[in-house]
């Protein structure tokens, strides 16, 4: 009876350890699954919206910035609907010329967490960054 109280600070301490990794892991498993998503939505709305009149060169490209955007909402709502959005961010990297490099998506959610996504197209390899 003399050792109950240390055992119970030890159950106690255990347990407390024990939700810490598992908010953690649960925690990590929501961001790496939500910039999963926002990464296919980004990939999605930029092949519908590469303004194709206009490409001369296949390392350049021009976007429907509007409609971009627009899809990239619709795409990202529609696998996730349990997020939600606060606000949207969209930064483009642009070239001297004018032709887009790369998109840097920002999504924050109702308890003001960020995600964030740089996204950029190899047009010429036909792979995604």
Known sequence: ??????W???IVVAFAMIATVFTYM???FRYNDITKVMNEAASIAVSTNVDESIRVNEEKM????DEFEEDFKVQFMKVNTKLKVKKYGFDYLISEDGFYKAVKIKVTDDEDTTYEINY???FV???TL
Do not use: E, G
Not at 1 to 6: G, I, T
Not at 62 to 65: A, E, G, H, K, N
């Open 1 to 6: 009876m003399r050792h109950f109280p240390k």
């Open 120 to 122: 950029a197209t190899d």
């Open 62 to 65: 021009i976007l429907s910035v």
């Open 26 to 28: 649960n925690q990590s």
């Open 125 to 127: 390899n036909s792979s």
């Open 8 to 10: 119970m600070i030890i």
